[in-house]
């Protein structure tokens, strides 16, 4: 991946599912309304899950080096910034200071191996 990382729109592909580490994770740019932000996606099998990179407690950025956002285990998404761990699936927080808060999700879909960015 280049850097900075392009902004990607939706309908375009982010990457192939066979790109991640099961469990993996992986930032990007993309388009919003209100301009570039940062997401990330988590793959957990052949699932794929994403959400915004910023965490509902502070709002800090998530990942404690590029595109790593995972606990040490690979089972949670974890902010490295306070060490608040959400669910891969549904990206509810249940340890820290954030609990029962959950990351801003991100649409995806998976066709043909490739993971894209939902409208």
Not at 73 to 93: K, M, W
Request: contains cysteine; charged residues 30%; aromatic residues 10%.
């Amino acid at each position: 991946m280049t850097y900075p990382r392009p902004v990607m729109s939706p309908g375009e592909t982010l990457c192939l599912l066979s790109d991640l580490a099961d469990p993996g994770s992986r930032e990007f740019r993309i388009a919003t309304e209100r301009g570039p932000r940062f997401a990330f996606i988590v793959r957990k099998g052949d699932a794929v899950y994403g959400y915004m990179n910023r965490c509902p407690h502070i709002g800090a950025t998530m990942d404690y080096k590029i595109d790593e956002f995972l606990t040490r285990d690979r089972q949670r998404i974890e902010c490295s910034y306070h060490g608040a761990e959400f669910r891969i699936e549904d990206g509810f927080c249940v340890l820290g200071p954030c609990e029962g808060q959950k990351l801003v999700p991100v649409a995806l879909r998976l066709e043909d191996g490739r993971v894209i960015l939902a409208p």
